[in-house]
């Protein structure tokens, strides 16, 4: 039987301290990389990951979320671009040392947005990647715009797009708590995970979603929801989790761990 297929999206907050610019968290890369490499026995897997620290900061200081307004801008898509290269390396590197034929892939290369959503992808280097074994690893990137000149493309977004266009069998988002709360659990701790939410309970936990960081630009939390629903109206399983825990991996892909799970409505029990 040939292997079934995730998208695994690991959180700049996992893989970075988003508190300190430009500062890997080396131990959980290393430990996320030698899971993922376990679980290539059992999946196929197209890895995406977010900007964190090497990131957000450049991406916000030159306001390329708001697209193009002034040549000013111009070298922090540089800045930003030379930036992800270097934390993707890490994250291919320490792949590769872990025996998974990894291979970087930047969206501006492949992808355009239209209004600041992918509007175009050429998917047809990942399908054949995949079908040689090889394991795509793909990060949040500065992405050309046809209405703005150029955005900031989310980790959760390209997830969401690609999942859709190759029919993934599942998608995991992880991230640096244990999935979706009643509020933020880093400020409150009266907050609960919520275990499942639904396309028609999704109006009342928005109200609880927030941001992580005043200079986070792709909507923290709240842009990982919007996507995981996309999905699961299309009937694609989705699990929000803890992946700073980096065991969580193969538990997260088998549903097997504290998590959130969005679901389609007609699943609900
Ligand atoms: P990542 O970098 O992993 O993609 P983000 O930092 O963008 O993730 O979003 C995760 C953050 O969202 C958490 O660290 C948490 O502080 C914040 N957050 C805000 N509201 C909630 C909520 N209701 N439940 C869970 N996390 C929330």
Redesign the pocket.
């Known amino acids: 039987m040939s292997r079934r297929l995730a998208i695994i999206?690991?959180?700049?907050?996992?893989i970075t301290d988003?508190e300190r610019i430009f500062t890997p968290r080396i131990d959980v890369i290393n430990g996320i990389a030698r899971e993922l490499s376990n679980a290539l026995n059992n999946w196929r897997i197209v890895l995406i990951h977010?900007a964190?620290s090497f990131g957000h900061p450049l991406a916000y200081k030159y306001g390329l979320h708001l697209g193009f307004k002034d040549r000013n801008q111009i070298i922090g898509v540089a800045e930003t671009k030379l930036s992800m290269i270097r934390l993707s390396e890490i994250v291919v590197e320490s792949l590769v040392r872990h025996g998974v034929s990894a291979v970087p892939m930047y969206p501006m290369d492949f992808m355009v947005m239209t209004d600041f959503r992918i509007s175009r992808v050429f998917i047809e280097p990942i399908k054949m990647l995949l079908s040689l074994d090889i394991t795509p690893v793909i990060c949040g990137d500065t992405v050309l715009d046809v209405k703005h000149g150029f955005g900031i493309l989310s980790?959760?977004q390209i997830a969401s797009r690609i999942a859709s266009e190759i029919g993934a069998d599942r998608v995991v988002?992880?991230?640096?708590?244990d999935?979706?709360?009643?509020?933020?659990?880093?400020?409150s701790v009266n907050?609960k995970l919520i275990d499942t939410i639904t396309p028609s309970s999704f109006s009342e936990v928005i109200k609880?979603?927030?941001?992580?960081?005043s200079s986070?630009v792709?909507?923290?939390?709240?842009?990982?929801l919007r996507e995981a629903l996309i999905l699961a109206e299309k009937g694609i399983q989705v699990v929000i989790g803890n992946m700073l825990k980096y065991e969580n991996l193969r538990l997260l892909l088998d549903g097997n761990t504290k998590c959130t799970r969005i679901i389609p409505n007609e699943l609900q029990t």
């Open positions: 999206k690991i959180g700049g907050s996992v988003k977010g964190g980790g959760d988002f992880g991230t640096d708590v999935g979706v709360y009643t509020s933020d659990p880093k400020k907050a609880f979603v927030g941001c992580s960081t986070d792709t909507q923290g939390m709240l842009g990982k």
